[in-house]
């Protein structure tokens, strides 16, 4: 194995590590998130104990740490060097990571639905005295977003929760129909997967994925409960999600080139790698430089992410140097 191969095997297990780690502390700090709540807003925080406990929540955070072990597995197993079983390994991460989107979509879903009810009860029992003023503040609370896009209120913050949903939830299906269909690849001979149908569906679900991480900031769970007590993870995949949907859509662009060109260059394909990885790796930092309140529980989160996109950052950088023409000394 090479000295390159063996680095982007590690960052792969960083990545794993890191998204283990997130799991555990999402679903252990639920009592200290409603603690926080309850000091913060008094018993209207109660309302929180359904979403905290709810079977989609726990589920959608289990399934992220087993995608998370299952990633740490799949670079043993390639350290061992068993392609057969690393191969269905990956199938596998692959099928308990888009199961992870699917039941993470629900509990958005959810947990938005269950905010939104917290915050008008807030917000219409703090109406100012003023008829004037308060006719004004209900207007701008039920106003659908801007024509810029713009959230005003608690209206244009449930439609963006919804639809950041909804959009995760028709990304999470599609790839649920590509892992299962790698699976039967996988495990069964003789059977294969179309290439261009492998890559049309992903790029659909990217596409879709990338667009529910753009509206992940904008909506009503993101912007009222990003304090630092993890209920649900703020990204898919431990970054910040404006520059996660970049890569997302740069994923997306790889694969839409690569189902529709004739014969695509094994060069081309490893650029687009490793912008993507770059990216990536980019958001996981920006998602640490732009933490709301670090609490002792998530410094040590902090901490995996600042190494896991700093590490991957330069194995990028030494792979791209590899397509730099070098000069020969005379």
């Known amino acids: 194995m090479s000295f390159i191969s063996k680095h982007w095997l590690l960052s792969v297990g960083l990545v794993g590590v890191m998204l283990t780690f997130e799991a555990l502390l999402s679903l252990t700090s639920g009592s200290l998130t409603l603690a926080y709540y309850s000091l913060t807003m008094g018993w209207p925080a109660l309302l929180l104990i359904q979403p905290l406990t709810s079977p989609i929540t726990i589920m959608s955070l289990s399934l992220l740490g087993a995608t998370g072990c299952m990633m740490v597995l799949h670079v043993v197993t390639s350290y061992i060097e068993a392609p057969v079983f690393t191969k269905r390994i990956l199938v596998t991460t692959f099928l308990i990571g888009a199961s992870y989107l699917f039941f993470l979509s629900l509990a958005r879903i959810e947990l938005s639905s269950t905010v939104a009810l917290l915050k008008a009860y807030i917000v219409f029992s703090t109406l100012p005295s003023d008829p004037y003023m308060a006719t004004l503040a209900v207007a701008i609370q039920l106003s659908p977003p801007s024509s810029y896009g713009v959230s005003l209120g608690l209206k244009a913050e449930c439609q963006f929760s919804s639809l950041s949903g909804s959009l995760l939830l028709f990304s999470s299906l599609f790839l ?155």
């Open 176 to 330: 649920l129909l590509l892992g299962f269909l790698s699976a039967l690849s996988a495990f069964l001979e003789g059977w294969s997967v179309d290439r261009k149908v492998f890559y049309v569906t992903g790029t659909i679900a990217s596409i879709l994925a990338a667009f529910s991480e753009f509206l992940s900031p904008l909506s009503l769970a993101w912007r009222e409960l990003n304090v630092g007590f993890l209920m649900l993870p703020p990204s898919l995949f431990g970054g910040d999600p404006r520059v996660e949907g970049v890569a997302l859509l740069l994923l997306a662009l790889a694969l839409a080139t690569l189902a529709f060109s004739q014969a695509a260059s094994p060069e081309a394909e490893k650029l687009f790698t490793l912008v993507i990885a770059g990216i990536y790796a980019s958001s996981l930092v920006c998602n640490v430089v732009f933490a709301g309140n670090v609490t002792l529980l998530t410094l040590f989160l902090l901490a995996i992410k600042v190494v896991a996109g700093t590490f991957i950052l330069l194995v990028v950088f030494l792979r791209i140097t590899e397509f730099l023409p070098k000069k020969e000394l005379s």
